[in-house]
């Protein structure tokens, strides 16, 4: 498991010279994507071990990083020749992912001249992860989730990868962003560096280290989606979280990221929190506010998500 930077070291986080590095957490979630055209995308990833939740499934942390990466890309080469940057992403759980792998068919909704929103349907492939199988039967798998995700145009310029990367080039392409060496067989939250301060008031950090860092050096934002579902399942045990709404307000300049929760509403069936995300290390700057929905576990089988 990488080594989280000790908050002396984390004044002045590294900024990566080339992204991902060969060590890095979205690279272990070994995603392939090929994009079809400028307009859609498919992604496929396995669900093994680590990505799973209490309930067995696919976890929420583990399908907005999917989301972020399928969609980060489709967003530059409709936002092209400037940059993007994540500024809101929702996913709402229609299903349990089970089997595996994860299949995400991402298309354009949007370019703007200012803005670009990707929207994306999550499927349980059961058993098959062939993307020129999956290309043309997305639509008879189990539908599991659905998302819409926005981007801002940036400059270029404040991308450590755009340099290296020539978005109009992924199209017709695929690729595999997969690790470089191994990864640790252990839980995504232990593998990322997550410390949980204090479980039942759902407050956990995360250090801002070379492993979860985004190309502009701060915390990736799929890499926030996990640190808000540990916050949630902390807060409300016995519940797994299954709707994930990420509003992002600032990059993480120093770390940690630290969390603070609220339960708004708490039933037999459901529970809704709200959370907030701040770089402790930098004056509490606020980093992102989240509202989590958790439902308990499923018995038995896979059901719908209701």
């Not at 209490?54 to 092209?80: C, E, K, P, V, Y």
């Not at 940059?83 to 703007?112: F, I, N």
């Not at 307000?249 to 509403?265: F, H, N």
Request: glycine share 12%.
């Amino acid at each position: 498991m990488p080594e989280p930077s000790p908050p002396s070291a984390a004044v002045h986080p590294p900024r990566p010279t080339s992204y991902p590095p060969e060590r890095h957490a979205l690279r272990d979630l070994d995603v392939t994507t090929e994009h079809l055209t400028a307009e859609r995308s498919l992604s496929v990833a396995p669900v093994d071990g680590p990505v799973r939740n209490a309930a067995g499934a696919a976890s929420i942390g583990f399908l907005a990083a999917l989301f972020d990466t399928n969609a980060g890309l489709m967003a530059l080469i409709a936002g092209r020749p400037k940059w993007t940057a994540t500024l809101d992403l929702g996913l709402h759980a229609t299903g349990w992912l089970t089997e595996g792998p994860a299949v995400l068919e991402g298309r354009l909704v949007r370019a703007g001249s200012n803005i670009v929103v990707i929207g994306a349907d999550i499927y349980d492939g059961c058993g098959v992860g062939d993307l020129d199988e999956l290309a043309g039967d997305t639509g008879r798998r189990p539908h599991v989730a659905s998302g819409i995700a926005t981007f801002t145009r940036i400059p270029a310029r404040a991308s450590a990868a755009s340099g290296s990367l020539d978005p109009l080039g992924l199209v017709g392409t695929r690729r595999n962003l997969g690790p470089v060496v191994a990864p640790d067989p252990v839980p995504l939250g232990e593998r990322i560096g997550l410390r949980v301060i204090d479980a039942a008031n759902g407050v956990v950090e995360l250090h801002n280290h070379p492993y979860v860092q985004n190309s502009f050096g701060a915390i990736n934002g799929g890499v926030l989606g996990m640190v808000f579902q540990a916050a949630a399942e902390g807060a409300v045990a016995g519940m797994v979280a299954t709707d994930l709404q990420v509003h992002y307000l600032s990059q993480a300049k120093v770390g940690p990221a630290r969390t603070s929760l609220d339960v708004l509403r708490r039933t037999a069936d459901h529970a809704v929190c709200a959370i907030r995300a701040v770089d402790a290390g930098n004056d509490d700057v606020v980093l992102a506010l989240a509202t989590v929905t958790l439902q308990p576990p499923p018995l038995g089988t896979t059901g719908s998500v209701s």
